[in-house]
């Protein structure tokens, strides 16, 4: 949560403006009265009534050590001060008499963490703001403008890729607080999602950590080996009469070419060459059992239920990756382990075949 910060500066008279649409509380926005300086806040807005903007005395530093925190994966030092102001429900970047400023409240962030129900939505509002700063928005002389916002936006999900959040981590914020609609200063809320997706995956692109980003849920849970718009019916095996089944050699050999392939144990080849090698129950893979790829190679060893890979089992990738874990419906889903060719690993729980914490 960023909290109240502690610094010695004189009164700021303010005024509001709209806040975004996600709280019913009043509307306001910070702009120093007749200073014509630039001004940011995350949501945008009309400028309204004024109020009195006093920085507390009573701190814990807690917001100075996130901003400190944004800076350092890009070694810079702090160049503005951080004040809370409250009542203005939202976050803003700004100047006033030469003096660089990032104006939060406190309350407003910590709302924004409950409704999301992560940290990494007000470390991406103060990280937006601070790329006002260092991108020079906040001193050019002219005012509000949507590329701004989304050269900010990109920032901010660079940025969080350093912290270590994941794609939708860095963009819950202005997924939340966005509006629907462009405004003159701030673009529509998609626009502002893929500039925050693109800082994101440049970061990935420069400096991999997650290595999730090329793992898509295709190579997690490859394709059935027959074609078919059903997923059960595509891995269930096609039951061959031995009769039919050509014996001029192994290589040519294809169904059930040993033991009972329709409740019990039995080996069963595919026209692709792979071959399952377990229990069946009604010609259905069911139980124990191992697939194997052409060559020989072990595919996947573990549980099946109902011609799918279910409960717990490894998957051997070709390219040397293994996953070890939990599956349903064919993929992995629940607690696990993905396995790098090169040494590195991923130990989180699996939604549809992919890390989620």
Not at 140 to 146: A, I, R, S
Not at 299 to 326: I, P, T
Request: aromatic content about 8%.
């Amino acid at each position: 949560m960023l909290v109240k910060a502690t610094l010695s500066l004189p009164i700021i008279v303010l005024s509001t403006a709209l806040a975004g649409p996600l709280f019913a509380q009043k509307n306001t926005t910070v702009l120093p009265i007749g200073s014509g300086a630039f001004i940011c806040s995350y949501t945008g807005g009309k400028v309204g009534p004024q109020v009195i903007c006093a920085p507390t005395t009573a701190s814990s530093g807690h917001a100075e050590r996130v901003v400190d925190r944004i800076l350092k994966p890009i070694g810079l030092m702090r160049n503005f001060k951080v004040i809370e102001c409250s009542n203005t429900d939202n976050c803003f970047a700004t100047v006033l008499k030469g003096q660089r400023f990032i104006v939060y409240d406190g309350a407003f962030m910590q709302q924004i963490e409950d409704e999301t129900e992560t940290d990494w939505s007000a470390i991406s509002i103060m990280a937006h703001e601070i790329g006002h700063h260092l991108q020079g928005h906040t001193i050019d002389g002219q005012g509000g403008q949507p590329q701004k916002e989304i050269e900010a936006d990109k920032f901010s999900g660079f940025v969080l890729h350093q912290l270590g959040s994941s794609m939708e981590e860095s963009t819950v914020a202005v997924k939340a607080l966005g509006d629907e609609h462009a405004t003159s200063t701030h673009p529509a809320k998609p626009a502002r999602i893929a500039a925050i997706q693109k800082g994101w995956l440049e970061a990935e692109a420069m400096y991999p950590k997650s290595r999730t980003a090329i793992k898509t849920p295709v190579a997690m849970a490859p394709k059935p080996v027959t074609a078919t718009t059903n997923p059960v019916a595509a891995a269930r095996p096609v039951i061959v009469p031995k009769a039919s089944v050509r014996q001029s050699s192994v290589s040519a050999t294809v169904g059930c070419v040993s033991g009972d392939c329709e409740d019990g144990k039995g080996v069963f080849v595919y026209p692709t060459r792979e071959r399952y090698a377990g229990e069946f129950e009604e010609g259905d893979k069911h139980g124990e059992g191992v697939e194997y790829y052409a060559d020989g190679k072990i595919k996947y060893k573990g549980n099946f239920r109902d011609n799918l890979r279910s409960d717990y089992g490894v998957y051997y990738y070709r390219n040397g990756d293994k996953y070890m874990g939990w599956f349903q419906n064919n993929i992995p889903n629940g607690k696990g382990t993905y396995h790098f060719a090169d040494g590195d690993q991923i130990v989180a729980t699996f939604k549809n075949g992919q890390p989620v914490q």
